[in-house]
């Protein structure tokens, strides 16, 4: 059964830190998707890829956050450095064909003390 | 913004039909309704999608009204499994469009 797969799982870090999430989407999706989860905001989209190219990025705070795809079987999302307010739910979803369906990995859960 | 309004929260007897609405009187031509849920502590997980038609697949019905400005889910024996939050969406079809969620249901299902 392919899933998206997400690592690591849970990450607590101190403020000013270097934070490092990745995703390894379903083989054969080639659209990615960033969202952050939190109780305040709900689930919000951070970034998104097609063919490894970024084509949004706008939900993304651009001074700390950077995603990329260096292949087409991982992505990346990085803080740095890294606040509490940063602290959250990410979740990574790959785009299936047959609906256009996101399936959704099962999120990194973020604490920044 | 969401383009969506649904109730927050929703208690249904186990085996019992469950149906969940949502509102979407902006919705344009060429946008779908999608349901999501989110099990607790899970990723979201697509349930069914439908333009104007009702459909039906493993795991729920969609009824959509004929002016398209709302729908129902259906989970016709509500199990303790399918206790979650449920979002509604709109959206085009077209897979580059990200999905904008809401505050969606929270869908209690007791014993």
């Known amino acids: 059964d392919a899933r998206v797969t997400q690592t690591p799982r849970h990450k607590v870090t101190e403020m000013g830190q270097e934070v490092t999430m990745r995703c390894q989407p379903i083989?054969?999706?080639?659209?990615v998707f960033w969202y952050r989860q939190t109780m305040m905001q709900g689930l919000e989209l951070l970034a998104y890829?097609?063919?490894?190219?970024?084509?949004?990025d706008s939900g993304m705070p651009k001074d700390r956050f950077s995603a990329e795809m260096p292949d087409a079987t991982l992505a990346t999302l990085k803080i740095q450095p890294s606040e509490p307010r940063d602290s959250a739910v990410y979740f990574c979803?790959?785009?299936?064909?047959?609906?256009?369906?996101?399936?959704f990995g099962p999120g990194t859960r973020l604490t920044v003390l | 913004d969401a383009k969506t309004t649904q109730p927050p929260s929703m208690d249904c007897a186990e085996g019992r039909a469950a149906n969940l609405p949502c509102n979407h009187s902006?919705?344009?031509?060429?946008?779908?309704v999608y349901w999501y849920r989110q099990i607790h502590s899970q990723g979201p997980q697509y349930i069914i999608h439908g333009l104007k038609n009702n459909e039906t697949n493993e795991m729920a019905s969609l009824i959509i009204t004929e002016d398209r400005k709302s729908s129902t889910l259906i989970l016709p024996h509500a199990t303790l499994r399918d206790t979650a939050v449920y979002y509604c969406i709109v959206r085009p079809y077209s897979g580059n469009t990200p999905l904008v969620f809401g505050k969606g249901t929270r869908l209690s299902v007791i014993a």
């Open positions: 902006t919705i344009s031509g060429n946008e779908y």
């Open positions: 083989l054969g999706h080639n659209t």
């Open positions: 890829f097609r063919n490894r190219a970024p084509l949004d």
């Open positions: 979803a790959s785009l299936g064909q047959q609906y256009n369906e996101q399936f």
